[in-house]
């Protein structure tokens, strides 16, 4: 059997059926922005490997942080022991975050630093003696990972997880952030949530949302003055503010993390996807040393969580270098430069009247449809042009690797527009103009 019959036999892909899979392509190397292919093809990665691989693949200041953390140790129990790549990290974390987040708490991924972060926000509510405050609110349109709490602050009817809802922790839901990025924010726009903080405000624990930019949830982009409301109602209510940067930390808003748009700081923010520049999976929980004192002062006197694998050395280690590699490689205007590059390679589809919007914010490029994308006809079409494209429901976006050339976005973006302009609605998908 050739690669991809052989991952039939035995492979569950994300997000797929084994009773009527998608099409798959075998890499084999990946070099640069550059998937290589089996059959020798290959692509410019407009995906950074669902947004993580900020600077390519197969890089050597990376590559050379692995090979001497593998040389000394590649994992060890991080219960009663530490070592330097956790501290330093940690000391890197805190350092560049927004003021007044001072305690750092490894995890293996996104979704679970999603879950550590409610656990740690009930644990804080019932150490100052809240206990009924148990609800986390949360805004529609938002998307917080796959694993059980973290899915019941998804949008709970246009999310990935209805068919959980019956069994999901209920929570408390508001409509999407408005107004969008670049419009003035008005009192208008904020009443409903000011209405909610003042009829359940003292039930809630948390408020949890992506600031700035939702992005599985529909990839929207929305004003900072929301964000900075959102901050002083869970002031006055006594409830706390978690930021999922788990997508938008480390530049890809056009600031190093998206709460920078609002200058605010969150009582806990959670980042992971880049952290590691894809090399490893690893996340954190950052917060404040008033919620570590406190749960330290309630019962049981310790943060109930521990993951297996936190603070992996192999994985920090190559987060330490990855964060010095941003910083080294002036993170800013590389962003800059692609975010001027997907405004005027994206602006042509503009006006498609399948399309019905496009939008951009740092590195990112968002083309939305009126309808959904047919993703097993429409993939192969971004493939055979020379890219590798991911879409999904209406969204045809690009998130590519900070360190991409100009000539190379480009091309990228010239793939998306032909594809989308061939395109067609047809019983209500987006399918090719063969199709």
């Given at each position: ?325 941003l910083c080294a490689n002036d993170w800013q205007q590389q962003v800059l430069q692609i975010e001027q590059g997907l405004h005027q390679g994206l602006a042509p589809a503009k006006t498609f009247t399948h399309v019905a919007e496009v939008r951009v914010l740092g590195a990112i490029g968002v083309v939305e449809l009126t309808h959904p994308v047919d993703m097993s006809s429409v993939q ?56």
């Amino acid at each position: 059997m050739n690669l991809v019959d052989r991952d039939r036999h035995s492979i569950w892909h994300p997000y797929s059926s084994v009773g009527s899979p998608s099409p798959i392509y075998p890499v084999v190397a990946a070099e640069g922005v550059r998937l290589k292919l089996e059959d020798g093809r290959e692509l410019i990665d407009g995906m950074s490997s669902w947004w993580c691989a900020v600077h390519g693949y197969n890089h050597p200041v990376l590559n050379e942080a692995a090979m001497q953390q593998l040389d000394k140790m590649s994992h060890v129990m991080f219960g009663g022991l530490t070592h330097p790549p956790a501290v330093e990290l940690a000391e890197t974390l805190v350092e560049l975050s927004p003021w007044g987040l001072q305690k750092v708490f490894f995890v293996d991924s996104g979704s679970v630093a999603i879950e550590a972060a409610m656990k740690m926000a009930l644990q804080t509510q019932i150490a100052r003696g809240q206990s009924q405050r148990h609800l986390f609110l949360s805004p529609r349109g938002g998307y917080h990972g796959d694993t059980l709490d973290a899915m019941s602050v998804c949008d709970p009817i246009t999310g990935m997880h209805t068919l959980f809802e019956g069994v999901l922790p209920k929570q408390v839901f508001i409509e999407r952030p408005e107004p969008a990025f670049g419009e003035h924010c008005t009192e208008q726009h904020l009443v409903q949530l000011e209405q909610v903080f003042a009829e359940q405000g003292d039930q809630l624990a948390a408020m949890i949302l992506e600031p700035i930019v939702q992005g599985a949830g529909g990839m929207r982009f929305y004003a900072p003055e929301y964000l900075q409301a959102a901050r002083r109602l869970c002031d006055e209510h006594g409830v706390l503010l978690i930021a999922d940067e788990i997508a938008t930390g480390f530049g890809r808003s056009g600031k190093l993390f998206a709460v920078e748009h609002a200058d605010i700081t969150p009582d806990i923010l959670c980042v992971g996807k880049a952290l590691t520049g894809g090399y490893l999976s690893l996340a954190a929980v950052l917060t404040t040393d008033e919620m570590a004192n406190d749960i330290a002062s309630g019962e049981p006197g310790v943060f109930m969580h521990g993951p297996t694998f936190m603070g992996n050395p192999l994985a920090c280690a190559i987060a330490k270098a990855s964060i010095d590699l941003l910083c080294a490689n002036d993170w800013q205007q590389q962003v800059l430069q692609i975010e001027q590059g997907l405004h005027q390679g994206l602006a042509p589809a503009k006006t498609f009247t399948h399309v019905a919007e496009v939008r951009v914010l740092g590195a990112i490029g968002v083309v939305e449809l009126t309808h959904p994308v047919d993703m097993s006809s429409v993939q192969p079409m971004f493939v055979e042009r020379g890219v590798w494209v991911r879409p999904f429901g209406k969204l045809v976006y690009l998130m590519p690797p900070f360190v991409m050339s100009a000539g190379d976005l480009a091309q990228l973006t010239d793939a998306l527009v032909d594809v989308v302009a061939n395109l067609q609605i047809k019983d209500g998908v987006a399918v090719p103009l063969s199709a």
